[in-house]
DNA sequence: TCTCAAACGAGAGCGCTGCTCTCTCTTGTG
DNA sequence: CACAAGAGAGAGCAGCGCTCTCGTTTGAGA
C-alpha cells in the first residue's frame, strides 16, 4: 500500500537514511575530517556492510553530507537578511548575512571544512553541490543588486578590470542571471572571496594567538567590506 | 670520528630523512592530504617498520612537511618582495608578494592546503610552526611599514575600530614588535586575511565555472588590498 | 489471500592502513 | 677491540573501505 505516495518501505528507508547521516555528523564533529563508515555502523549498531544499501561509498555519504551543509549554509544565508528589520540598511544587511555565516561556520566547524576547506581525499564531491552551494553568494548579490536599485551605492571605484577579464565577469553575470555591471558584480565577488577568508581564517586557526576578540574583529571586516562594496 | 661536528652516521640520517620527506611530498601530490607512510616506504625500497625510526608516525611527518612548507612560503614571499626593484612602488611590492604567493600555492597545492587550509586529521602540528608560520606576514607588515616611514601611505580609513579591540591590536602589535599604529595593522591583517582567502578560494575550487582569467581576477583583487591598506 | 522477487541485515573475508615488537646486522666510539 | 647504540626487516595487531554470500523480512501483484 502507498502512504502518501511513497511506500513504508520507502519512509522507513529515508529515516534511517537521516538517521546515517546524523550519527556521521556527529562523529565528524569530534573526529575531524576522518569520517570512519564503521564508526558510524557502529554507533547506529548495525553491520558496516549494512550501510552500503544505503550509501554505496564512504564517499558517497560525504557528498550527500556536503550537499546538505551547503544547504544549511545558504539557510542561514537566506534567514540572517531575511529577519534583518531596517530592509534599505544594506550595509547592516551584509554585516548580518556575514555573522550569520561566520556563526553556523563556529557551531559546525567540521562540516565547513567538508564545503569550504581544502578537499577531503583525492578530490571532491561531484557537482550535484552546485544549486545548494548558490544559495549564499545569491543572498550576497541580491543585497548589493537591491542596494543598488535603491540608489544606495556609493560610486564604484577600486582597482581597473582588465578587458578581457571584464568580458567574463560579463558573461559570467549573464550565465548566473545577476543583474550587476561588471566593476560591481567584481568588488561583490571580492567581497564574498574576503568573507569566506575571514570565517576560515578564523576557523583554520590563523587567528590563534593574535586576535582573541573575534567578533569584534570580524565585524571589523565585514563593515570593511561593506565599505569597499560601495554600500551606505 | 666527527666530521664537521656531526658523525656520518648522523650525515646519512639526515639525508634519508629528507629522502623521506621527499618522497611524501611527492606522494602527497598526486594522492591529495592522505599520505601513507607503507606507501612511502613502498616507494624508497624499505620496510614500513624502518621509517619510523626517522618518524615516531605519520603525524610528526605530516608536522614536518608542514614546517618546510611554512618555511618554503616564506621563502617566497620574501625572495618577490627582495627582487622586486622599485622599492618606494609600495603598492608594487605587494601586488609582487601576493603574485608569489599565490604561484607557490598553485606550484604546490597539497602542501599549501597542509599549511593554511581544514586542519588535517583531528587536529594539527603543534607550535613548532610559529616561527616559520611568521616569515610571510612578516614580509607584508614589512611593506606596510616602510611605506608608511616613506609618507607614502594614504590617511586612514576604513571602519572604526572598537576600543578594546583596539587594546588588543595595540598588545599584538608590541608581542609580535611590529611598528604599526592600530588602524592599520587593523587595516594590514585584515588585508593578508583577504590574500589567504583568495588564494584559498581559487585553489579550493570555488572559482570553478565562475571565472577562467584567475590571474588577472587575482591581480585585480591584489590590487585592491593594496588600496585598502592605503599603499601607493 | 498467497507468492515470490526485491529489499535488507549480518557475517566473513580481502587488501590496505598505522603502529609495535622482536630479531638480526651494522656501525662507530670508548 | 668490544659492545652498546643505531638501523633495517618481518610478523603481527587492530582498524579501515568495500565486496560477496547467505538467510530473513516485506510488500505488491496474481
Redo the contacts between chains.
Sequence with gaps: MAERGTSIRARVRAELTEEIKKAARAQLAV????LSLRAVARELGMASSAVYRYFASRDELLTALIIDAYDALGAAAETADARYKRRTDFAGRWVAVARALREWALTAPSEY?LV?????????APRDT?GPASRTPYVLVGIVAEARDAGQLAPAD??P??A??RT??AA?ARTVEVDLDEPLL?RT??AW??????I??E????LD?????RA??F???A??MA??IGLC
Design positions: 573526529e575531524g575530517a576522518n571544512a569550504l576547506g581544502s578537499p577531503v581525499p583525492g578530490y571532491r552546485t577600486g582597482p578590470i582588465p578581457r577579464l567574463e565577469l559570467l567584481a565577488l571580492a572571496s574576503q568573507l569566506y577568508g575571514a576560515s581564517f576557523l583554520f586557526g590563523q594567538n593574535m586576535i582573541d576578540r569584534e574583529w565585524d571589523y571586516q563593515r570593511g565599505a569597499q
